[in-house]
């Protein structure tokens, strides 16, 4: 049994299909198919059921491959070890990021970055909060920036900075007259939300002090898209700092402070505590955690 054949039978499981998990591999189907078998009959059982459109892992399979992703992971993480003895910033790392966040804290972060880590590369993919987390414990990134608390006893939380809301009501709303508006009245004039999945959502009716919505029938797909609902009367809403600044949708939305305690929601940084990328990553927290955005606050 051999690594290569480990991460064989880890691309079909993640695939499904011996043409796209060849493929990933840089062989034959043919290949790939005959080192499987050869690896099932070596271990004297199946590993995947065939006899479905899609190849999918016996019991028996799920249980192989999980101890497999570990093995795989082990022997990046001594290859890596052995790496940062140059430079741990000298490296790619696949970041991935939510999209309430990525687009208005993304600019900041590669500016910093470039200018601190020049050999450093970020590799970036907007997801939302569920498929980052199954994404960083599969292997497929390397680090999070998202929105806490995260619980998963497996993963280092670095936390960066708070990111307090404002208030988004139309113009003309009669709470758009008010200097601070109370989080509890922004509750209580039709409160907009996005779709279920994205955390922001979830951390809206916290604040808010709701356990959902009554009659809900509008929501948006994007932090974009709500605030255009915003300006154009459909509701209010709250929109994080970073994502308050200037565009053609915020000249129909007034934004105003909230009444103290504001709401806010808090921003780390997430890694796998076995990472080979362990000190890369910590190295990178501290560089973000200590050169904050404009309008956020530090943690106390």
Not at 41 to 65: A, C, E, H, M, N
Not at 84 to 97: F, K, S
Request: aromatic residues 4%.
């Amino acid at each position: 049994m051999t690594l290569q054949e480990l991460r064989y039978i880890v691309a079909l499981a993640d695939t499904g299909h011996f043409g796209k998990a060849a493929e990933i591999c840089h062989i034959s189907q043919s290949t790939l198919s005959t080192q499987i078998k050869k690896l099932e009959d070596y271990l004297g059982t199946t590993l995947f059921d065939r006899s479905l459109k899609q190849v999918v892992l016996t019991p028996t399979g799920k249980d192989i491959v999980a101890s497999a992703r570990l093995i795989l992971d082990e022997s990046n993480r001594i290859r890596e070890l052995a790496r940062q003895a140059n430079d741990p910033m000298e490296r790619t790392v696949n970041l991935g990021v939510i999209p309430t966040l990525g687009p208005y804290y993304l600019p900041h972060v590669l500016t910093l970055l470039h200018s601190q880590f020049p050999k450093l590369r970020l590799l970036l993919r907007e997801e939302m909060t569920p498929h980052v987390l199954q994404h960083l414990t599969e292997g497929r990134l390397d680090a999070g920036l998202l929105a806490l608390p995260v619980d998963d006893a497996n993963l280092e939380v670095f936390p960066l900075f708070k990111e307090p809301f404002f208030a988004a009501v139309p113009y003309a709303h009669k709470l758009a007259d008010e200097t601070e508006i109370d989080i509890k009245d922004l509750a209580q004039a039709g409160l907009l939300l996005l779709e279920e999945g994205h955390c922001l959502r979830d951390h809206a009716l916290e604040a808010c002090q709701l356990d959902g919505l009554q009659n809900e029938e509008i929501t948006a797909t994007s932090l974009e898209t709500l605030r255009q609902m915003v300006g154009m009367g459909l509701g209010v809403t709250l929109i994080p700092v970073l994502a308050s600044g200037g565009t053609t949708a915020m000249t129909q939305v007034a934004l105003r402070r909230l009444t103290s305690p504001g709401a806010s929601r808090t921003i780390g940084l997430v890694w796998r505590k076995r990472s080979p990328l362990a000190s890369t990553m910590e190295q990178l927290a501290l560089t973000l955690r200590d050169n904050l955005p404009p309008r956020t606050l530090p943690l106390i």
